[in-house]
């Protein structure tokens, strides 16, 4: 029985030694769309309690990646952008579950979520570029975006 034992732990052991985490080649970016509107205020009802947080509800968009762009090369309307002035580099559709992943090369790129109305990005660096990702060789960048241009905060 013990020497039973001991083989069990001993293959149970070499098999989660050579396990590796699974890690896709390439590089790109990955993460998940969701979708947040409504108040988003902090309110206390009138027995004193706080209502609770509506939670973002996964998305199913367009995402577009184009070559970085500047905040000054875009025309924007109503919370969207409605004119870039590059073209996309490539595009890909989120699931129901608003996850997406992009194969790209190394490089900064700016992405944006096609809406209705336009094109959605709400994030901005101190260079006033358009939400900016960058792109390491060999590593796969999380962007997960919340379209909340319909929220009031």
Not at 32 to 42: C, I, R, S, V
Request: glycine letters at 8%; aromatic letters at 10%.
């Amino acid at each position: 029985m013990n020497r039973l034992l001991l083989l069990s732990i001993f293959f149970l052991t070499v098999s989660l030694v050579g396990c590796k985490p699974y890690k896709p080649e390439g590089q790109g970016i990955t993460g998940t769309l969701t979708w947040l509107d409504g108040n988003q205020m902090p309110m206390v009802t009138e027995d004193g309690k706080g209502t609770d947080k509506v939670a973002p509800k996964p998305i199913k968009r367009v995402v577009k990646v184009y070559p970085l762009i500047k905040f000054s090369d875009l025309k924007m309307e109503e919370g969207l952008f409605t004119a870039v002035s590059a073209q996309p580099i490539t595009e890909v559709e989120s699931n129901d579950s608003g996850a997406y992943s992009i194969q790209l090369s190394p490089g900064r790129y700016s992405v944006f979520v096609v809406e209705e109305n336009g094109l959605f990005a709400n994030v901005f660096d101190g260079d006033g570029n358009v939400n900016p990702v960058t792109v390491k060789e060999n590593e796969w960048t999380l962007l997960d975006i919340v379209v909340n241009y319909k929220a009031v905060y």
